[in-house]
């Protein structure tokens, strides 16, 4: 059976990552934030240097590549 991708959940869960990464920009008091997007398939090893690096996750979200993180950090 092929599976079917729900539109309504596609559009409400892109909404919400919309509304959050949107929230956090406007509650940064004027300091620059820059966002990234990587794939969930991450060893430890790269998600604690990017950690080290001062990016935090914002949200998660999928599409028909796989499920992903929205990395946010303020800019250096």
């Given at each position: 059976?092929?599976?079917k991708i729900n539109i309504k959940s596609l559009v409400l869960g892109a909404a919400l990552g919309a509304a959050v990464v949107f929230s956090l920009g406007a509650?940064?008091?004027g300091k620059k934030s820059e966002y990234r997007q990587v794939a969930i398939q991450q060893s430890?090893?790269?998600?604690?240097?990017?950690?080290?690096e001062g990016w935090t996750v914002v949200c998660t979200g999928?599409?028909?590549?796989?499920?992903?993180?929205v990395l946010t950090?303020?800019?250096?």
């Amino acid at each position: 059976m092929k599976n079917k991708i729900n539109i309504k959940s596609l559009v409400l869960g892109a909404a919400l990552g919309a509304a959050v990464v949107f929230s956090l920009g406007a509650a940064t008091g004027g300091k620059k934030s820059e966002y990234r997007q990587v794939a969930i398939q991450q060893s430890d090893e790269n998600l604690n240097k990017l950690a080290d690096e001062g990016w935090t996750v914002v949200c998660t979200g999928t599409s028909q590549n796989g499920g992903f993180y929205v990395l946010t950090r303020t800019k250096p």
